[in-house]
């Protein structure tokens, strides 16, 4: 089956996000550093988070002529997390994509400080990192995108029951967000990827026969579609887990 080229950053009008301040968390590869680009190469300015060293990501926004702060960030350290978004006067959009896959396991065998981290960076640090920027979001409106994934939606395909609930979690609390905080003009939804060619599901077993398009995705491919859900696009969308699978599952 031949292979459809991936979009290339800038997907969206470059002058669509000008003026506009976004926080990415879990920026320094993968998913994450594809959506900051694509939300820079619209016009956003950038703050970057993760456990991890942001700098390679930033550097590329830069050289892409795009403004960029980061720094590293452990978003199950709720006061960390409090702390990182002092530094802001204004937010317009979030996107919490840090995450990790846990090692899989059947339920009776998963080890609970496993069971406890893969939950702690899926979940509890995606809602501490939105606890934190709604105070800015809520002074002007905004959008949040969170990174979920098909495993949340179907109940995994290789992976754990761990991150499976954590994705379907997340889902969850991504709805409950939209309905909350529609009164201060802030939208929410989420992505929710199938298998992307990432380190996050490399070794792990995946290949392009998992769905109807015959391929992996990039993550250049969850990317236009978050940038699409932080933009003016989707302002009447919200509570929406958007499917970014190739055809896996349409639900």
């Not at 000008?18 to 594809?34: H, L, M, Q, S, W």
Request: charged share 20%; glycine share 14%.
């Amino acid at each position: 089956m031949p292979v459809r080229p991936t979009l290339a950053s800038g997907l969206l009008n470059p002058t669509l996000l000008a003026g506009k301040r976004a926080v990415v968390t879990g920026a320094a590869r993968g998913i994450g550093a594809a959506i900051a680009r694509e939300l820079s190469a619209a016009g956003a300015d950038l703050s970057l988070f993760d456990l991890a060293e942001c700098g390679e990501t930033a550097e590329s926004i830069r050289d892409a002529g795009g403004e960029v702060t980061y720094g590293v960030l452990d978003v199950t350290d709720r006061a960390s997390v409090a702390r990182a978004f002092d530094d802001l006067d204004r937010l317009d959009i979030l996107v919490t994509s840090a995450g990790v896959y846990g090692e899989p396991a059947e339920l009776g065998d998963i080890d609970v400080d496993e069971f406890d981290r893969v939950m702690g960076i899926n979940l509890k640090g995606s809602l501490w990192t939105v606890a934190a920027a709604l105070p800015l979001l809520r002074k002007n409106g905004g959008n949040i995108v969170c990174v979920g994934s098909a495993a949340g939606k179907v109940g995994g395909v290789a992976s754990g029951p761990h991150y499976v609930a954590s994705k379907g979690a997340l889902h969850a609390a991504v709805k409950w967000l939209a309905r909350t905080e529609a009164t201060h003009d802030i939208v929410a939804n989420a992505v929710a990827p199938g298998a992307i060619d990432t380190d996050m599901i490399a070794g792990k077993g995946y290949d392009g026969s998992y769905c109807p398009l015959g391929r992996l995705g990039t993550a250049q491919d969850v990317a236009g579609i978050a940038a699409f859900l932080a933009s003016p696009g989707a302002a009447y969308m919200t509570g929406a887990v958007v499917d970014v699978n190739g055809g896996f599952f349409m639900g």
